[in-house]
């Protein structure tokens, strides 16, 4: 963002600083919202919002004549919806997976995302050099956000789970044969 908003934008290194600020700002309110939406409306509805906000805010920061002052104010509104899905991820990742394997599983899930993640950064600066660099950021930011929306679909909501149905349900006997049989 800070070379996006030099380099294209024609900000000094002061000016970008107060745009970060800014969208500082934005991340605090998303941290905060983020916190009460995924009690309020469950983990994966809060990660669903944010994936659809952070489509469409990033195509609007991105890609939408705007002059600087309006790009300034339009950054908190970005960075509340992009990071409104961190704090229900600890939650959620812990009502997924069965205590005999959870700080495996989750170690696994955040390091695997944030090691496929890690290429994007890479990419927007190989793709940057035939499309222009807002454009570029547009469309890996948009890509990561319908890959989460497909991921999203494909997981169980866990608002409610008990950790202890998690347990039960890995360690209960499968049902034998007789015991089936023996069912009124």
């Given amino acids: 963002m800070p070379t996006y908003l030099r380099t294209v934008r024609g900000l000094s290194a002061t000016s970008t600083g107060g745009f970060l600020l800014v969208q500082i700002l ?37 890609l939408m004549p705007m002059g600087n002052t309006a790009l300034l104010f339009v950054g908190v509104p970005l960075f509340t919806v992009f990071l409104i899905k961190f704090p229900p991820m600890g939650p959620f990742m812990t009502e997924l997976y069965p205590t005999a394997v959870r700080g495996t599983a989750q170690g696994f899930c955040y390091n695997a995302g944030r090691a496929l993640g890690s290429f994007l950064p890479t990419l927007v600066g190989f793709v940057s050099q035939s499309l222009p660099l807002g454009a570029t950021i547009a469309l890996f930011s948009a890509f990561a956000s319908a890959l989460m929306i497909v991921m999203l679909m494909l997981l169980p909501e866990t608002r409610g789970r008990s950790l202890e149905s998690l347990d039960t349900a890995v360690t209960a006997p499968e049902p034998t044969l007789a015991a089936v049989a023996e069912r009124p």
């Fill in 26 to 62: 934005g991340a605090l309110f998303g941290f905060l919202l983020g916190s009460y939406l995924s009690d309020a409306i469950g983990r994966k509805s809060t990660f669903m919002w944010s994936a659809v906000g952070s489509f469409v805010m990033i195509l609007i920061y991105m």
